[in-house]
């Protein structure tokens, strides 16, 4: 978000939205819990498993309603927001004037599109446990900063380019409506898929990825509050987002990801960790 706002020389009023606290609730439990706690390790996995469950399908909900309040009960408001950013776009015109594709012709680029990407992130989620084995890229500079930044790379470049084109409102739905589907969709779909394959995963993070998650809803939250950009605010989003990568490139590896070549299998794959009790953790990617 930090580059779109970058380009923003003139300032802008922007429209916010906050989510992903949620995802932090499990974690919070299970590390908040005193030290003369009763519970037993197996109990305080197992209480964390239900925990985890139950606030993804609440995420879920609450997804489908934003979905619902953006595409229906208040369009009106973000429509009236956008019209006034492609006023603003400079050329506007040119894209105006270009040939569009038919319906089949988008229905065809898409489906490609949509096969060619299943097949890259495959292969991308395949070899991240040998990436990490092999070289000195850390699992949590792996889950923080380069899956998302190939996952979202369209998205950023896009973003920009609407920041430059004066349609700071087109640029921050991009982003951060990106992130509203990983935070209240995705990642909850993912433990809802595995509790009905039978598999123990949970939304439980470590505390240097909870501590990242809420840092950054903080921050992001902080700087939209005024409902304004300028290049300064932008400047410093990057500043910590640096900042983060290399804290996250020197971070430790968990004893999982060194010993992942010996002991990981087929289930090791696609964001889950082994964890206490014997069930797996989402990793933040």
Known sequence: MGSPFMLDFDGHQLTSDRSGVGLAIPTVFSHGLPDDS??????????????????SVLLIIAYCVYVFFQARTHHGIYHAIFEMDEERDRDGHKDAAKDKLTMTECIIA???????????????????EHIIEKSKVSDAFMGLILVPLVEKFAEHITAIDEAWDNQMNFALSHVLGATLQTALFNAPLVVIVAWGRGKLLDLEFGIFDLVMLILAILTVGRFLQDQKSNYLEGFLLVTLYVAVAVSAFYYPNPPHAEGAGAEGGEGDHGGAVPGEGG???????
Not at 279 to 285: P, V
């Open 38 to 55: 009763t519970l037993t390790a197996a109990e305080i996995s197992h209480k964390t498993l239900s925990i985890s469950r139950i606030v």
């Open 110 to 128: 898409l489906t490609i599109a949509v096969t060619l990407v299943t097949l890259i992130a495959i292969t991308l989620v395949l070899q991240i």
């Open 279 to 285: 069930h797996e953790r989402f990793r933040i990617f």
